[in-house]
Structures are given as C-alpha cells and as structure tokens.
C-alpha cells in the first residue's frame, strides 16, 4: 500500500485499523513542522525532542480512544497538543524553577554551504543565529502566531481557533511580530540576503 | 568570534516597546515584503527530531497496539 498518497485523514482511518506504517507516514510528513514549533518556543533542542515524543504518545493515546474530532485537520491538532505540552512545561518551570543549558544555537550545520570564504560562512551564520535569537525577544503571542503560521502553515483562523482569539487578532498578531521583527534588524542592521 | 564589519552586535538590549502597536512603522506592502523576504532565513531554522525520538514514538505505539 503506498501510504504517501494517502491524506491525512485516511492515514488516522489506517492506523486505527492496524497500519502502523501509517503512523509512521504521518510522523515522517509533519515532523519538522511540530518538532521546530516546538524547538522555536522552548529553545532547547532535548526538551523539544521530550515534548515531541510526548506529543505523539498523546495523539496515538487519544486516536486509540476514539476522542480525535475528525472535522479538524491533523496537523492543526497536533500543534495544539504540543502546543499545550509546552505550557504544561512553562507551567511547572515556573513553580520549580530549574538551572537548564541551552543547546547554544547549533543550527547552521556548515554541511550545505559550499564555495565560500570563512568570512562569508561567519558572517551567514552569525545572522542565522541572530534571527532565532530576535524571535526568542518577541512578546510569547506575537513569537506563536508567527511559528504557528509559519513553521506550522497554520491558516489564520486554525491560529484563532488555537489561541482562542479572533481571526483579526491573530493576524494583528502577526503583523506585529513581522513588524518588530523588522525594526529589530534595521536597528541591528541586518541583513536578509542569506538565503 | 572573528568580528566582522558585517558582523551583526549581539550585544544589544530588547526593544522595550514591541507591544505597543506601532504598526505606521511601516506600510502594509513592506510588511509582506519583508515576510516574502524573510521566509527562506526562517526556513533555514527549521529543524528535524532525531531518527531516535521517532523510533521511540514508533515502538510506543506497536507495543501498546491491541
């Protein structure tokens, strides 16, 4: 059975039939959108990885008991449970702090860069790390609007539904954050020809 | 860290205003244009969980599996 053409939808039908390579399908599609939203707000590369997990267990947990909605979008409901993770973990942070290590901005793995100067090389990933870190100043509401949109190619209304806000706020929302994001870089004067 | 001209100073404090709707900074089309333009540095961040986490996700479900 070729389960890549498979939407969603029929992939959770298949699963809950028995499929595991349906599941398997499902993690391997959406993947780096839930892990980088989760990475984006946690920062920390070992606890996303944990919350990740732990998001997965709940959707199979949940799938199995016959409780997931079937109007809604996979993804979209994905996001929310590990969105909901990441509160319960600020949540408990918050009554017991604790001394964490950040994972120190390893992103730019050098492997794709090819052909250019040390300088060059610096220079991108220095902007690379000070883009993530610019997200990281954002108010919490602006910083999920824009992962929720852009990590997570979430329409509009699906981040209203999950903030609990209006549609108009949420993308108020949005704008602020590419708007603060904006000012930020112009104040830093950097640069976006990086890609 | 070699400090270049273009070196962008991590060495600054958070705006202290980013709440406050300030949104006559710049026009609407610049606001899309920037996005337009940001997107592949935000793509670039993206990140994927280890071949581990999804095994450990996996062997979950198979082995809670009627």
């Avoid at chain 1, 595991?20 to 946690?42: D, F, G, M, P």
């Avoid at chain 1, 992962?147 to 929302?173: C, P, Q, W």
Wanted: aromatic content about 8%; hydrophobic content about 35%; proline content about 3%.
């Amino acid at each position: 059975m070729d389960f890549q053409i498979k939407t969603d939808q029929e992939l959770v039908h298949l699963y809950l039939k028995g499929k595991e390579a349906a599941l398997s399908e499902l993690i391997t599609r959406h993947k780096n959108r839930i892990y980088t939203s989760i990475y984006l707000l946690v920062k920390d590369e070992y606890l996303a990885e944990d919350i990740f997990q732990d998001t997965f267990i709940k959707v199979i947990k949940t799938l199995r008991a016959g409780k997931y909605n079937e109007e809604g979008k996979f993804l979209p409901w994905v996001l929310r449970i590990g969105h909901n993770l990441v509160i319960d973990h600020f949540r408990r942070e918050k009554r017991n702090p604790t001394i964490t290590n950040s994972d120190g901005f390893d992103i730019f793995d050098v492997l794709g860069i090819h052909d250019e100067s040390m300088e060059e090389k610096m220079i991108k990933e220095q902007t690379h790390t000070d883009l993530k870190y610019l997200i990281h100043l954002l108010p919490s509401e602006q910083k999920e609007v824009l992962i929720m949109r852009h990590y997570g190619e979430l329409s509009f209304k699906e981040i209203a539904d999950l903030t609990d806000v209006s549609i108009n706020t949420a993308l108020g929302r949005m704008r602020y954050a590419l708007n603060n994001l904006r000012k930020m870089m112009v104040s830093k004067e950097l640069t976006l020809k990086i890609s | 860290m070699i400090e270049t001209s273009t070196t962008p100073n991590l060495n600054f404090n958070p705006i202290s205003n980013l709440e406050e709707p300030e949104m006559t900074a710049f026009s609407e089309s610049d606001i899309d244009k920037f996005y337009d333009a940001l997107k592949p540095s935000l793509n670039k961040l993206i990140k994927q969980p280890t071949d581990k986490a999804i095994k450990n996700i996996l062997n979950f479900s198979s082995s809670t599996s009627n």
